[in-house]
């Protein structure tokens, strides 16, 4: 697998990012080691754990953190990246508001963060709740026209037909690939139905799990 280029950091990550890149030596080797002997599988329980043992640290602080690191752990089991390179590039990333000499520690901190067993295991127990055979990534139609020669395929075509080809990427067993399907007009009809019934499906069951106060969890998170 290629070493990652230019990634885009989430918003919601870039500033406990910059906090983790400006501690202090001192904050950052007691932090390390609180964190390398937890082994809470659930991000909120492991990041109060974390403050517990180390009371300087906020725990709205510790949770940031965690929850940018597992999200970067997911990605490096997804795409088969190294934690270094992935530290590496996002370390280097403008979307983290630091001065360059903080970018070094934040490369070294995230490294050593994304291989920690404890950090690690979480982010497996997460992969393993939201584990399917394949998981969609991207998709595109591409349009063309398609010739249909006569007999002589010398002469020029009597006629021609337009055909669309959906393409699904997807990710499946710590790899992407992807999937052509052939479509014509009335399915492409067919599948922006079946899209915009699941999407009013989807909005109902969010109305019922709030009125019934059962919180929501979104994949995209």
């Known amino acids: 697998m290629p070493k990652p280029q230019r990634i885009r950091v989430p918003e919601q990550h870039r500033d406990a ?22 082994d809470a599988l659930d991000e909120h329980v492991f990041a109060k754990r974390a403050t517990q043992i180390v009371p300087e640290i906020p725990l709205e602080t510790a949770d940031a953190v965690i929850e940018a690191v597992l999200s970067m752990s997911v ?17 280097a990333s403008p979307d983290v508001d630091i001065i360059n000499d903080e970018r070094k520690s934040l490369q070294d901190r995230l490294s050593t963060l994304l291989t920690m067993p ?13 584990s ?23 002469q020029r075509p ?15 067993a710590r790899s992407d690939t992807e ?10 009809l067919k599948l922006s139905e079946e899209v915009d019934r699941a999407l009013k499906k989807g909005a ?9 106060n059962i919180p929501l969890h979104s994949l995209e998170e």
């Open 179 to 188: 999937i052509y399907i052939s479509m014509d007009r009335e399915d492409l």
């Open 132 to 154: 399917h055979e394949r998981v969609f990534h991207t998709a595109r139609v591409l349009t063309d026209i398609r010739p249909i020669f006569p007999d002589d395929p010398a």
């Open 158 to 172: 009597v006629a021609a037909t337009i055909i669309h080809t959906l393409r699904l990427d997807y990710f499946k």
């Open 75 to 91: 990605s490096v089991a997804n795409h088969s990246w190294t934690p270094s390179d992935l530290a590496q590039v996002i370390a």
């Open 17 to 38: 990012l910059a906090r983790l890149a400006k501690l202090d030596s001192e904050e950052w080797e007691r932090i390390h080691e609180a964190f390398l002997g937890l």
């Open 204 to 212: 109902a069951l969010e109305d019922l799990l709030q009125s019934a």
């Open 118 to 130: 404890s950090l690690s295991l979480i982010a497996k127990a997460a992969t393993v709740v939201g």
